[in-house]
């Protein structure tokens, strides 16, 4: 197959474009030089294969599909999303964003090429109200997942990972997201939940998501924002999130005339979620009165004390590393998928590490913290 020189360039120049790169900030961040990256790009010369494979990396794009005759952008659909919300996703964001992708695709690779299997969960709704469809799904999907006693929230990321969705935690300079789901063909369903928030309301944001991933794939793309919204996909993704992590058996345990600050604070941090979801549940279903949900709704529970429900049964160093990690998209998932497929030979050493975007001695160095074996 001959290399098509001018296909490639478009290729860079769109994926230029799209990340908010000028040439400057490609020299910058790729060491080669000003005036051979300018010939590259007016198709004068050829780039070297180390070159090529430089730009994928910066680019997040497969170093295969900058080579091959492909004449669709990898991502096309993913400028739709970034065109429509300019102002909303800054350049930072963008480029996390491509990141994101590029680790969803290739994580989507090696579950094919695994086998992992997945959760068959088919919905059926039949209420007509939107508010009553999310608390109609999140019934049918504990009902599926055979949790209609078991109250525990220690689960939720498994879950929805188990049902084929990939999940990544980003923190956005966009304070006001809450969180994004994405789909295409190459990396089926994605949720990003923005880091910046507490680890409560982003595990509302994994359910809320979950909720458009299984009911709204007609999309390419949703975003969340931050507070309340009327748009009734929202109301419905709401109503789930908070009936799923709060389920109506929990609270047909609790008596109405047992609750008072501090229980309502120690329910709250039972089923990890903050103050104000439990509340509207509560009052939901008859257990506190209006003006009891207008006091408990604002009660504050300390940072500290929100548990990251992903990193509980990691020791102190390992929390602390992954929590760092995770706000430039790494999870622990992700990360045991590369490393699961390494110890399986399925991927080398130096493969892990580049999806890891760490140096070879940052790599050892990440899973001795993490306490898993290494030969390398």
Not at 141 to 151: A, D, Q, V
Request: neutral net charge; hydrophobic residues 40%.
């Amino acid at each position: 197959m001959n290399f098509d020189l001018k296909l490639f360039v478009k290729k860079v120049k769109d994926l230029m474009a799209q990340q908010g790169y000028t040439k400057n900030g490609i020299v910058v961040k790729s060491n080669i030089a000003f005036d051979r990256l300018d010939n590259i790009l007016l198709n004068e010369i050829v780039p070297t294969g180390d070159e090529i494979l430089i730009l994928s990396e910066l680019l997040y794009v497969d170093f295969q599909y900058l080579m091959s005759n492909e004449d669709v952008t990898q991502f096309e659909k993913t400028d739709k999303l970034f065109r429509t919300n300019a102002k909303v996703l800054s350049i930072a964001d963008k480029r996390s964003l491509s990141k994101i992708l590029y680790m969803a695709e290739f994580a989507k690779y090696l579950n094919d090429t695994i086998g992992v299997s997945r959760f068959n969960f088919q919905p059926i709704i039949k209420q007509k109200n939107y508010s009553d469809q999310g608390k109609e799904l999140a019934s049918q999907l504990r009902i599926f997942l055979k949790i209609e006693n078991n109250f525990s929230n220690k689960d939720i990321y498994k879950i929805v990972r188990d049902l084929g969705v990939q999940v990544y935690r980003l923190k956005l300079s966009e304070s006001n997201i809450s969180g994004i789901h994405l789909q295409n063909e190459k990396i089926g369903n994605v949720i990003v939940v923005n880091s910046f928030e507490d680890a409560y309301r982003q595990n509302f944001t994994l359910m809320h998501e979950l909720c458009h991933s299984l009911l709204d794939n007609n999309s390419e793309y949703k975003i969340s924002f931050s507070g309340q919204s009327d748009k009734a996909e929202e109301v419905r993704a709401n109503n789930f999130a908070a009936s799923f992590l709060v389920p109506d058996q929990f609270i047909d345990r609790i008596s109405s005339k047992s609750i008072n600050k501090e229980m309502f604070l120690e329910l709250a941090k039972k089923q990890f979620v903050n103050p104000e979801t439990l509340s509207i549940r509560l009052r939901e279903k008859g257990r506190i009165s209006p003006s009891q949900h207008e006091n408990y709704k604002s009660l504050k529970i300390n940072k500290r004390e929100k548990l990251d429900i992903e990193l509980i049964d990691l020791s102190i160093r390992g929390r602390e590393r992954v929590r760092k990690i995770q706000q430039t998209g790494l999870s622990l998932s992700y990360i045991s998928l590369l490393y699961n497929a390494y110890i399986d030979s399925k991927i080398s050493f130096l493969k892990m590490s580049e999806m890891l975007f760490l140096s070879p001695n940052e790599t050892e160095s990440l899973f001795e913290e993490l306490g898993w074996t290494m030969n390398v």
